[in-house]
């Protein structure tokens, strides 16, 4: 391993630099979530709509970012992307610094490397998506807060509650930071009178009333409760609003924890799960540190909200069949931050077993220590990129160039403001018009064509492959519908802008 600490991190922001622009290029199609929950509210804090963009149902800080962003750009999209990316590339920092405080200087580095490399990491680093911005205020949160618990003084404890609040305006997990240091306080630090632990506390106590009171009190008077977010209340939640006898309580309890088992399999990657197994027993039978205890703290509370999140999410016929399950894999990334440097250390065990390999190798035997270190760890480096990089450096949505074509062909046809029956709702964000979105399972035709009429809407986008399974669709297309133009490529989806009327006026 190279020695000198800041040509590492030199070279590890180098890559983490590389990996972003590549895939901000890479990126070909808006994220749903992007298009039509943070770019409108950036949009009204733009406008200075600032009721109505704190009004919706996300929590702001990320649109403020790509609202600020969007001044210098052409487009928010472009804004959202580049606020993405600006604190992706950034986080290497804080997981480095807090690893080398816990584990050290080798562990913190490589734990950075395979988070800047890690697929879902990266690339939502490059897309209209808050989770970067959220893991590197969370990151940062949580390295200061342990810097602060280490050290003597008291005064850095008032700055704990400013790093939260900022990961919480991002997202309302952020409040997981104050709880774990609270407990902590409480419980494990150690003071040299009980008299200066008060002290901290209230210290603590007073900084998150002041910072977090104003936002709180703004969602008690918009939504009418106190709550943590307007998405979701403290109840629902808990599970505390509805109660629902027709599926027992183990049977969701047990498929809530598999379906979130699951998509911790999902998001974490074969390798790094390994990676991880096998450095945290090397950790549990070398006696955890004090800050892998924190870490852990982390770790347990976030898996037990996001057992909540999914156990409340998932909807449930009254058969007892699972109808939905309206649970994302961004949430479980934080889990990833907590535990990678216990990735890092499984990649140091697998280090050393293959150098006492290469040790005990008649064959190897006359090459010297240094070289075989390098040698080992260069294969290491080589095989790990080799298996991640590929899933890492894989496009967006390139498939979906089609709808991008779609909503801009028709924003030159008719202006912004169209109103845009599809079942492809990016059509109607690059369009910059109305979406009503249909779903032809649900949606018949005929319905579909009556809400034209009567809500003034001219253009119906859909692929080409959803009528095939529908005749009457086609029959209906064929006869009361204009193809105004159709788009395509290779290895893209064939997307066709129909006009209402059998007839181009």
């Known amino acids: 391993m190279i020695k000198d600490e800041k040509f590492d991190l030199i070279l590890l922001l180098l890559l983490s630099i590389l990996l972003s622009a590549y895939l901000f290029f890479r990126t070909y199609v808006i994220s749903l979530d992007g298009a039509f929950q943070y770019i409108p509210i950036a949009k009204d804090i733009v406008s200075g709509f600032y009721g109505k963009a704190f009004g919706h149902n996300q929590q702001p800080l990320y649109s403020l970012f790509v609202s600020v962003v969007s001044r210098w750009v052409h487009d928010f999209e472009t804004a959202g992307k580049l606020v993405s990316s600006f604190f992706g590339i950034l986080i290497i920092f804080p997981v480095y610094f807090l690893g080398k405080r816990i584990l050290g200087e080798k562990i913190a580095l490589l734990s950075s490397l395979l988070l800047a490399i890690h697929p879902y990491i990266r690339r939502f680093s490059a897309d209209v998506l808050k989770e970067s911005t959220y893991l590197f205020f969370l990151a940062t949160a949580i390295w200061f807060a342990w810097k602060t618990i280490q050290g003597e003084k008291k005064y850095p404890?008032?700055?704990?509650?400013?790093?939260?609040?900022?990961?919480?305006?991002?997202?309302?997990?952020?409040?997981?930071?104050?709880?774990?240091?609270f407990l902590y306080i409480l419980f494990f630090k150690r003071f040299n009178t009980p008299r200066d632990r008060w002290k901290v506390i209230f210290l603590l106590a007073l900084s998150s009333f002041i910072l977090f009171l104003p936002y709180l009190i703004h969602l008690r008077e918009t939504t009418g409760v106190w709550t943590l977010s307007r998405a979701k209340t403290i109840d629902w939640f808990l599970g505390l609003r509805e109660f629902s006898h027709e599926v027992p309580w183990t049977q969701k309890i047990l498929f809530s924890v598999k379906e979130l088992n699951s998509e911790i399999l999902s998001v974490y990657h074969p390798l790094y799960i390994f990676l991880l197994l096998v450095g945290f027993f090397k950790r549990i039978f070398s006696r955890f540190e004090n800050g892998e205890k924190y870490l852990l703290s982390f770790f347990i509370l976030h898996y037990g909200v996001l057992f909540l999140l999914v156990l409340n999410l998932t909807e449930w016929s009254g058969?007892?069949?699972?109808?939905?399950?309206?649970?994302?894999?961004?949430?479980?990334?934080?889990?990833?931050?907590?535990?990678?440097y216990w990735v890092g250390e499984g990649v140091v065990v697998l280090y050393g077993w293959v150098y006492k390999i290469m040790e005990t190798n008649r064959l190897l035997h006359p090459v010297e220590s240094k070289r075989r270190s390098v040698v080992v760890w260069g294969t290491l480096f080589i095989l790990i990129l080799a298996v991640i990089l590929p899933k890492t450096l894989k496009p967006q949505r390139y498939e979906r160039i089609t709808e991008r074509k779609a909503g801009i062909w028709i924003k030159a046809q008719s202006g912004k403001g169209a109103t845009i029956f599809t079942t492809?709702?990016?059509?109607?964000?690059?369009?910059?018009?109305v979406c009503e979105y249909i779903d032809f399972n649900k949606d018949k035709i005929d319905k579909v064509k009556s809400l034209m009429t009567e809500k003034g809407g001219i253009y119906l986008t859909i692929r080409e492959r959803e009528w095939r399974g529908f005749p009457e669709i086609r029959e209906i297309l064929k006869k009361d519908f204009t193809e105004l133009s159709r788009f395509e490529g290779k290895g893209m989806e064939r997307v066709i802008v129909y006009r209402r009327g059998s007839e181009i006026p």
């Not at 649970?327 to 931050?337: E, K, Q």
């Not at 492809?424 to 018009?433: D, H, N, T």
């Open 157 to 181: 404890y008032l700055f704990i509650p400013i790093l939260s609040v900022l990961a919480y305006l991002v997202r309302p997990d952020g409040v997981e930071i104050l709880i774990v240091v």
């Open 319 to 340: 058969e007892g069949t699972v109808k939905a399950v309206n649970f994302s894999g961004r949430h479980v990334l934080p889990l990833l931050l907590f535990s990678v």
């Open 424 to 433: 492809l709702p990016r059509v109607a964000f690059y369009a910059e018009g």
